[in-house]
């Protein structure tokens, strides 16, 4: 063959392969990523494929009672008529979209027109925003006024929470109008950004540029515009660099080096740019990044100890609700990209654990900061990097800083729509496990329903069930599910056989034919394991989730006199009615398995609160005299196992209960261990 017609050959084929054209020339069921961005091993689904069932619709269905639902009128200083993004000159920065970025998922994974109705004028302020240039969104300034963020209008940091918006409208909608908005802005940007660059109104846009740029290669893979790519690389260059930051600076082990909720964001940042250039450095400097973190401020439900600068380990370290919602969000994003398990695994750990924990039953009030030893929850100054006159730990809707009231809003909706991936090769993928369905198309194109019946977390048991109408015969398609690393001995039946359980890199792939009524039965097994953090103690865990110490908690309603304006007319305190200072026995710590009961009695729906514990574990607990409160948190944790402490004068053991992380309110987390006993 000729070189030149051999060259010509390669490119077709590449511009096909980068079309996402099958082998067979079929067209791809859902849109992929565009040559010469790197194929990604999994698909994200429209918005409202994936329904939520079991206790994770009840989640959703508070959120629609709770403040996501009503935020305009809980929040109307804000969240009112007079904000910037409805055209007003009230707020004019992150929040309403923040709200909006939660509010449009959860409206439309319920199928709510109530909601809807509340999502449309944001929707419709953005897009007739826009300017000759290509400029949208607010652009006065206004003077200070308490309570609201007036100025810097024009900082490119909020747009970027409308860009994933809009985004997300399209992807629900297909309304067409966002095209021509996007592409209309993003040339404003790139032919802006040189004279003022990402950081030209404040710091929050090189910080935070990850999720400017997912939406323009998501534009891209939409249009194929070039310039979207020099747009990209101008962005990478603008950001602040956590590839470098993570494979070599010392950030990771520097307490205040970064922004809690920066760091959250910026996780994505490496694994977004790996797709335009697919440099296995990437990869490397993500996966380095968390192992950095949790050696030097992990906590045990799957965050680290930043309130707001880089903290500590120290279990009394606070966690902004903001960092749970964002890096899940940033967890979707990488185990998309990559199909690296862990992403999924690690996604669990925070949705189960740090996520229901730090909002309240009713989805109306949340703590700014939570805390992995969280003994008493009371207005007062706290080691905290900032404390908001002591308010940071209180439940309420103001209480600490109002970002998370604003932004919270994301977490579950889009935690659904995460649930279930597309594949490339005209298959499904289940990757993180709830009660759910979803509608989808596989093979030929033909739309499946798969029902996801569990009540995983809780259970160890998923059964997926796989329904369609019309042509009753077979369809071929590749069904993949994932094996969480924690379990050991994962069983799989496929209506009712056995079937072996061969995963690579953590994922079971079931190619074959399937019939209208096929079942598939997922029982990874829950082991107890303990997991080593500060001063050596240990966190008991349990498949995706965290066990901590039940403590009873009194809870006290403050009416807020001092301060209204700023943190709510109203916040509630929690005082421990029960001791909290104990440790595990060193026999039990060496064999949780043989000396740990586990007993599960789901009663409720609704799971995530410490009367409705699906789950306890009964383990022996001694009381540590010495350990007492400081300072209204625990005081410092004792070191484990401390030489000789056994002989010193400690009561004797006593049964204890654990229950979920996500289900309690105050808790011990991090135990430490009482040696020769
Ligand atoms: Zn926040």
Not at 409 to 426: C, E, I, V
Not at 477 to 506: K, M, Q, S, Y
Not at 593 to 609: L, S
Request: charged share 20%; hydrophobic share 35%.
């Amino acid at each position: 063959m000729h070189i030149m017609k051999a060259t010509a050959m390669i490119l077709f084929f590449a511009l096909l392969a980068g079309c996402g054209m099958g082998k067979k020339g079929e067209a791809p069921l859902y849109t992929e990523n565009r040559a010469p961005l790197r194929a990604n091993p999994f698909i994200e689904l429209p918005l409202g494929a994936i329904r939520p069932e079991g206790w994770l619709r009840e989640m959703l269905l508070r959120q629609k009672t709770g403040a996501t639902g009503h935020l305009d009128e809980l929040y109307p200083a804000v969240m009112g008529p007079r904000n910037g993004w409805l055209g007003g000159d009230g707020d004019q920065w992150e929040r309403g979209p923040y709200w909006i970025d939660g509010l449009l998922p959860l409206a439309w994974i319920l199928e709510d027109d109530t909601l809807k109705a509340k999502v449309q004028p944001w929707i419709e302020w953005a897009l007739q925003s826009r300017q000759p240039d290509g400029y949208f969104g607010p652009s006065t300034d206004y003077p200070p006024e308490k309570g609201l963020q007036r100025n810097n209008s024009r900082d490119w940091w909020p747009k970027m929470v409308m860009l994933k918006i809009l985004k997300q409208y399209y992807q629900a909608t297909a309304d067409t109008r966002v095209i021509d908005h996007l592409t209309a802005y993003f040339r404003y940007q790139l032919e802006n950004l040189p004279k003022t660059p990402l950081g030209h109104w404040t710091f929050w846009g090189e910080f935070r540029a990850a999720d400017n740029l997912m939406v323009v290669y998501w534009l891209y893979n939409v249009t194929g515009e070039p310039f979207l790519l020099e747009l990209a690389t101008l962005l990478q260059q603008q950001a602040f660099d956590f590839t470098s930051a993570f494979l070599a600076g010392d950030h990771l082990s520097t307490p205040g080096s970064l922004h809690c909720v920066n760091l959250a964001q910026g996780f994505k940042l490496p694994l977004l740019v790996y797709q335009q250039y697919p440099d296995e450095k990437y990869p490397q400097a993500t996966r380095k990044g968390f192992s950095d973190l949790r050696q030097h401020f992990g906590q045990p439900y799957g965050l680290y100890g930043g309130d707001e600068a880089l903290h500590s380990a120290d279990p009394n370290q606070g966690s902004e609700l903001c960092s749970a919602v964002e890096m899940m969000f940033s967890l979707e994003t990488m185990l998309a990209i990559t199909g690296d398990i862990h992403y999924a695994d690690h996604l669990e750990k925070i949705a189960f654990n740090a996520l229901p924990a730090q909002v309240s039953d009713d989805f109306l009030q949340r703590q700014y900061f939570q805390q992995a030893n969280q003994v008493m929850i009371t207005r007062q100054m706290r080691n905290f990097d900032v404390n908001h006159d002591g308010t940071d730990v209180c439940f309420g809707l103001l209480t600490g800083y109002p970002c998370c009231t604003s932004n919270m809003h994301q977490g579950w909706p889009k935690f659904t729509q995460n649930l279930f991936y597309a594949t490339p090769d005209r298959g499904v993928a289940a990757l993180v496990y709830a009660p759910a369905m979803v509608r989808l198309k596989v093979a030929g194109g033909k739309e499946i329903l798969i029902r996801e019946e569990t009540n995983y977390p809780f259970e160890e048991k998923i059964t997926f069930h796989l329904e369609w109408h019309g042509d009753s015969g077979s369809l071929r398609f590749p069904f993949r599910l994932r094996i969480p690393e924690w379990c050991a001995h994962p069983n799989l039946l496929v209506n009712g056989e056995e079937t072996e359980v061969a995963p690579v890199d953590g994922l079971v792939t079931l190619n074959r034919h399937w019939h209208d009524g096929d079942r598939i039965e997922l029982t990874l097994p829950m082991d107890i394991t303990l997991s080593t953090w500060h001063e050596n103690s240990r966190a008991v865990e349990r498949g995706p989730l965290v066990y901590a110490l039940k403590v009873e908690a009194g809870k006290r309603m403050v009416t807020n006199t001092k301060d209204p304006e700023t943190y709510g007319t109203e916040y509630e305190e929690y005082l421990p009615l029960s001791p909290w200072n104990y440790g595990l026995t060193e026999s039990e710590v060496a064999n949780p398995a043989g000396k740990m009961q586990v007993t599960a009695k789901i009663q409720d729906n609704y799971p995530w609160t410490t009367n409705n514990a699906p789950v306890e574990i009964r383990a022996r607990g001694i009381r540590i005299p010495s350990w007492q409160l400081y300072n209204g948190s625990a005081g410092p944790l004792p070191w484990s196992n401390m030489y000789k402490m056994e002989l010193g004068d400690l009561p004797e053991e006593e049964e204890i209960t654990l229950i979920p992380y996500g289900c309690t309110t105050l808790r011990i987390t991090e135990f430490p261990v009482i040696r020769g006993r």
